[in-house]
């Protein structure tokens, strides 16, 4: 059961969230219990919108960010976010069954992912404490030092959701996907 009242529609949200909730039920077709929750603090959810859009427009593929939040929620614990990631990365993304597999064990079927996601699953695993060779390997996969930081960014950003999720207990609205390490 959730931890705190979830406005149950976007008038229901305090009014300095509702145009940010707008335009998420624009874009993904519906305002999921996340973000609703979210509202309750106008300043997070324009944090959240706002660096999520950010990284929506760097150079890492939608399908890779996909992946990174899979292995994440995973790592994280979090069957909120790994349910709504399974849920984008299979209807949205076009990820398989064996690639959301592969990603939820941190790492892919696609070459160049692959090298992407194990280094956010260790950047994930080990609180950012990577080793040179782990650093070294992404990059010999052929990413920028841009897209690096993007990678951690990505991590932090759905850490972020993660924890928010299991500490308000939000309530799944997605096909529901229970991770490994759900508590």
Not at 1 to 25: F, G, K, N, Q, W
Not at 144 to 172: P, Y
């Amino acid at each position: 059961m959730t931890r705190i009242p979830t406005p149950a529609t976007i008038a229901d949200a305090p009014e300095a969230s509702r145009s940010l909730l707008e335009a998420v039920a624009k874009q993904l077709g519906s305002t999921p219990n996340m973000f609703r929750a979210i509202a309750l603090s106008p300043q997070a959810l324009a944090g959240y919108v706002a660096l999520s859009g950010a990284l929506g427009k760097g150079s890492l593929p939608a399908a890779t960010r996909e992946r990174i939040a899979l292995a994440v929620a995973e790592i994280n614990g979090c069957s909120y976010c790994l349910s709504a990631h399974t849920y984008l990365g299979r209807n949205l993304a076009g990820l398989d069954d064996a690639e959301i597999t592969a990603n939820r064990n941190g790492a892919s079927n696609d070459l160049k992912a692959d090298a992407a996601v194990r280094f956010a699953a260790l950047v994930a695993a080990n609180r950012g404490h990577v080793t040179d060779a782990d650093f070294a390997a992404v990059k010999l996969a052929g990413y920028t030092d841009a897209e690096v930081i993007e990678i951690v960014q990505h991590v932090a950003l759905n850490s972020w959701t993660n924890f928010f999720n299991e500490v308000f207990k939000t309530e799944i609205d997605f096909p529901v996907v229970e991770t490994s390490k759900a508590a």
